[in-house]
C-alpha cells in the first residue's frame, strides 16, 4: 500500500463516527492518535467545528471539550479573527528550565497497565454484585461514591482510588483487592501525567453512579458491563495524551 493511501485510510478512520459510549473520550483519542501519527500535520487546520462534529457523530458541545482538553496538553492551538480556527501544534520536546523531568511512559507500558485493568477492574464489579452485602459495606460504598464526586481537583484521584478499592473490597477475595490495588497505583501514576479534564470527570462520575447502583441491585452482569465501560473510556483518554 503506498503512502497516499494509508494517510487517506487513516483520515477516514479519524473522522469515522466515533461510538456513543465515551463519544468525549474516544474523540480526544482519535484526533490525538493522527497528530503524534502525523496523519494530521504541524500546523494543519482542522475541519470547521460544524462539519468535524458532524463527521465525528458527536454533540458540538462534546467536540469542544475534546478539543479544548487537546489544546491544553499542547497539541492544538486555536486563534481567532482572519484565517483564524484550530490547528495541530506538534510538541517541539522543548521544555522549561524550570520543569521537572517526568519519569518516561513507554507505549508497553502503558498499554500493560490498561490491559491488566480491563481484565481485573470489571471482574471486580461483577464480583461484588454476586454477594449478600452487609449494611456496613452498603453505606461504605455510598459514601466512597459521595466522597470521589463532592472531592475538589486536589483530592479527586485518591478519592477516586478509594471508591475502587471499596469496590473490589466488597467482593470479598482479598486476592482481587490486592490486584485491584496495585492497578490503581500503576493507573494513578499515568493519570498524573494528563491534564484534569472537567468534562471527563463529570462522565466518570456519571459511570461510578453506575457501576455502585448495579453492585446494589445485585445485577452482576450490569456491573461487569459499566465498570468496563469506565474502564474503556479512561483507557482512550490515555491513550490520546500519552505518547
Not at 45 to 51: A, D, H, Q, T, V
Not at 193 to 202: E, L
Request: charged letters at 25%; proline letters at 5%.
Amino acid at each position: 500500500m503506498s503512502a497516499g493511501n494509508v494517510v487517506a485510510l487513516w483520515t477516514r478512520t479519524v473522522f469515522a463516527p466515533v461510538p456513543v459510549r465515551n463519544a468525549f473520550e474516544v474523540t480526544v483519542e482519535r484526533l490525538a492518535q493522527a497528530i503524534r501519527l502525523g496523519v494530521l500535520a504541524d500546523g494543519d487546520r482542522l475541519p470547521p467545528e460544524r462539519e468535524l462534529a458532524e463527521m465525528f457523530g458527536v454533540s458540538r458541545a462534546t467536540l469542544r471539550e475534546a478539543i479544548g482538553a487537546l489544546r491544553d496538553a499542547g497539541l492544538l492551538r486555536s486563534t481567532r479573527g482572519r484565517g483564524g480556527g484550530t490547528f495541530v501544534a506538534t510538541p517541539s520536546g522543548k521544555r522549561r528550565k524550570s520543569a521537572a523531568p517526568k519519569p518516561r511512559l513507554t507505549a508497553a507500558a502503558i498499554n500493560d497497565v490498561l490491559a491488566l485493568r480491563r481484565i481485573i477492574e470489571p471482574g471486580a464489579a461483577a464480583l461484588a454484585a454476586t454477594r449478600a452485602l452487609a449494611a456496613a459495606d452498603r453505606a461504605t460504598l455510598h459514601r466512597c461514591l459521595r466522597e470521589a464526586t463532592e472531592s475538589r481537583a486536589q483530592q479527586r484521584r485518591l478519592a477516586d482510588s478509594r471508591l475502587h478499592m471499596a469496590i473490589a473490597a466488597a467482593g470479598g477475595s482479598p486476592s482481587v483487592v490486592a490486584a485491584v490495588a496495585d492497578v490503581q497505583v500503576r493507573l494513578t501514576e499515568l493519570l498524573r501525567a494528563i491534564p484534569v479534564i472537567p468534562a471527563n470527570i463529570a462522565h466518570s462520575d456519571r459511570q461510578h453512579a453506575a457501576v455502585i447502583a448495579a453492585i446494589l441491585a445485585g445485577e452482576p452482569d450490569l456491573a461487569r458491563q459499566t465498570m468496563e465501560e469506565h474502564v474503556d473510556g479512561t483507557s482512550a483518554l490515555l491513550r490520546g495524551l500519552l505518547s
